[in-house]
């Protein structure tokens, strides 16, 4: 497929290639950074601060203890498995510069889900939140985790707020259930404890592993990403390029709600905003709205990412459009599609632009990212990053014609090695460099490009495809709805139709509103045929809707 987009549609100063090995790895961009920026302050989470230099001897403490007292050597996977904290970071570096591979794991995992991914990675370490410890409890005997570290969420706060918040959570609201482990260590004692060791310097190279990041298992059990610390130099190099007319050195502040285990906010907000001397603002937990808006009114944020359920939460939530947006350059919206009622109100609001972009886990994730010149909303995910090509590819396995829809196949110093210990998985999806994502999208005359949905997520009615995206869209712009879904349910006559699951806005919202309001949007066979309102939908860690579940 012709890159028409670099000539046609790339704004000005951005350039067409990237230097994935402008680094050798994750490793020397930290050191190289925390030095050339150590009074900024890189991370900020419930009043207390860490500037770079704070950050970069507690991580070079934190590898002393992985490497002298545990004993971890290159390439050995250390798991951390805590939510948006001030500790995520300093264990986050510490492993890299260690040589150590890391692999993030949501707290809200299960204990099959966890014992699956510690197992399938061959984890020896671990840092998790002692909330969710007796969850790691029930399954360490069927892993190979050596070492268990943990933290309580006060931890790396002021010592008199950092007792108080640990009590309240332990004792009064009860959120820590009892564990008890053979052998385990507090993060601060281990912070301690390497303080007083020497940390031998590791040679991290572009072809090392940095991370093994998990799918979310929606189809099937979750499978591990191998990104390399090329993969990661690229997709830095790749947001950067693509914000770098925006983005100011030491001028900038990015609102982190969605977690930082989260290839999305790991890639755009952590590592991204490391090279600008940017400050992290961490947000801990998200889902509660008026603390997140009360947090919000206290710093001249200049950045946020997140999903459409995240920014659509804030736009619903009492006090946010009182807030001073004028420090705000822009939203950065991804992980789902964006749905145009939700950008046009954020734009009214906020008084500033919400770009979307396209990434997948497997390639670190960034794919591609709306024009920093755009003006406001238009639907698209935007153009490709530098360093890379797209081909949408038809059922015939030939490329489509220009307007037609076809699935998104990827090419680029980003996209992954493979799957960590599944090669016919691997062998599915990579084809010779080329990732199959599974997306379906289309291409217009600038190279633009509009994803449609997901291929397995299509809904088939009388032969005609149906995406649910279009359908959820049509359904939000109804005054009385807050959030929707759509998916195929099976029918006798049709093979499928349309059901949409609706959470209200409106409590006098009936099933007849939405027939109607989709009988003036919707040409006959797109309309839903049912109708189940509920109090929520369900949603992953990043608020993307798991429409799987709503099929079973």
């Known amino acids: 497929m012709e890159k028409i987009w670099l000539e046609k549609s790339y704004p000005p ?19 190289k950074y925390t030095k050339l920026y150590k009074d900024n302050i890189a991370f900020i989470n419930m009043g207390s601060s860490i500037t770079y230099q704070e950050l970069g001897q507690q991580a070079n403490d934190f590898a002393a203890y992985l490497q002298q007292d545990l004993g971890l050597v290159k390439g050995d996977k250390f ?12 264990a986050l570096f ?8 890391v692999v993030n794991v949501n707290p809200l995992y299960t204990a099959r889900e966890l014992q699956h991914q510690l197992k399938n990675s061959g984890t020896k370490g671990i840092l998790i939140l002692e909330n969710f410890a007796h969850v790691l409890e029930n399954v360490i005997e069927k892993t190979d985790v050596e070492h ?16 108080l918040v640990n009590f309240a959570l332990k004792y009064v609201k009860k959120q820590v259930p009892a564990y008890h482990f053979k052998r385990s260590i507090t993060f601060n004692d281990a912070l301690a404890k390497g303080a007083a060791l020497n940390f031998n310097p590791v040679e991290v190279v572009g072809t090392d592993l940095a991370f093994l990041q998990y799918t979310g298992g929606t189809t099937g059990p979750s499978k591990g990403a191998m990104l390399t610390h090329r993969n990661m130099v690229a997709n830095l190099e790749q947001s950067n390029a693509a914000t770098k007319n925006i983005y100011e050195v030491g001028k900038e502040m990015m609102v982190t709600a969605l977690p930082l285990y989260h290839i999305f906010a ?24 008026p603390g997140f808006v009360k947090e919000l009114s206290k710093y001249p944020f200049t950045a946020i990412t997140g999903v459409n ?23 950065f919206a991804g992980g789902m599609s964006v749905q145009r ?8 609001v906020t008084g500033t632009r919400l770009l979307e972009g396209y990434g997948l886990t497997e390639c670190a994730p960034l794919v591609t990212m709306s024009p920093y010149n755009q003006e406001s909303y238009n639907g698209t995910i935007g153009i490709p990053a530098s360093s890379t090509d797209i081909r949408l590819i038809g059922d015939d396995g030939e490329e489509v014609a220009l307007g037609q829809p076809g699935e998104m196949w990827v090419k680029g110093p980003q996209v992954m090695k493979g799957y960590y210990n599944r090669q016919e998985a691997t062998d599915e999806v990579l084809k010779d460099g080329w990732l199959a994502t599974g997306d379906i999208a289309t291409m217009d005359e600038n190279g633009f490009f509009t994803i449609v949905d997901r291929k397995k997520d299509m809904i088939i009615v009388s032969g005609f495809n149906v995406f649910p995206n279009e ?33 209200k806005k409106d409590p006098n919202l009936t099933e007849q509103d939405i027939f109607d309001h989709c009988h003036t949007m919707l040409t006959n066979y797109k309309r839903p045929k049912f109708v189940e309102f509920m109090n929520e939908l369900p949603k992953t860690n990043v608020g993307k809707v798991l429409r799987k579940e709503l099929r079973q």
Not at 13 to 30: M, Q
Not at 343 to 348: D, F, P, S
């Open 79 to 90: 798991a951390i498995m805590i939510p948006n904290l001030l500790q995520y970071p300093v």
């Open 309 to 331: 359920t995240l920014f659509n939460g804030l736009l619903n939530t009492p006090g946010f459009d009182k807030l001073d947006f004028s420090p705000l350059k822009l939203g």
């Open 341 to 348: 009622p939700v950008a046009e109100l954020w734009e009214k």
């Open 266 to 289: 790991l890639t755009s907000n952590c590592l991204c905003f490391i090279p600008f001397g940017g400050t992290n603002l961490l947000i801990t937990n998200p889902r509660d709205m």
């Open 94 to 101: 510490g492993a890299l510069i260690a040589g150590l591979t």
């Open 471 to 503: 359908i959820e869209e049509v359904l939000v712009m109804h005054a009385g709805v807050l959030e929707a879904a759509a998916i195929g349910v099976k029918n006798d006559t049709t093979g499928e139709a349309v059901k949409a699951f609706i959470v």
């Open 13 to 31: 100063g951005v350039e067409f290639e990237i230097n994935p090995d402008k680094y050798k790895s994750l490793a020397e961009l930290f050191l």
């Open 148 to 163: 268990i570290i943990t933290t309580g969420v006060g931890d790396r706060l002021s010592k008199i707020k950092g007792t």
